[in-house]
């Protein structure tokens, strides 16, 4: 994306942590539900970020401290463009000058 692109997007994303009223956030009904958001200014949508994890391995601590390493595959889908919250993280609510 050249220069002249990216300030135009800049003036176009809104303040705040989710995508209401941003013009490049769009729904793809041809995907399952809560992996069908898409992000224009991105160029990527639920489903690339969930696929770009879906091999790797976190580390996670349950109630009794005991650790266990889950494949991000076997969770439910991370991303939550589908629920319009930002992936971009452009001027999100801690952006804001108070």
Not at 7 to 13: A, P, R, T, V, Y
Not at 70 to 81: A, F, H, R, T, V
Request: proline fraction near 5%; include cysteine.
């Amino acid at each position: 994306m050249n220069a002249f692109k990216r300030l135009i997007s800049w003036f176009l994303i809104p303040i705040g942590d989710y995508c209401d009223k941003c013009p490049f956030h769009f729904i793809d009904s041809s995907k399952p539900s809560q992996e069908n958001g898409y992000c224009s200014y991105l160029g990527k949508g639920d489903w690339d970020f969930n696929e770009a994890v879906k091999d790797k391995y976190t580390e996670v601590t349950f109630g009794d401290g005991r650790k266990e390493m889950i494949k991000y595959g076997d969770l439910p889908p991370g991303s939550l463009l589908w629920d319009g919250c930002k992936e971009c993280n452009k001027k999100i609510e801690s952006w804001r000058i108070k």
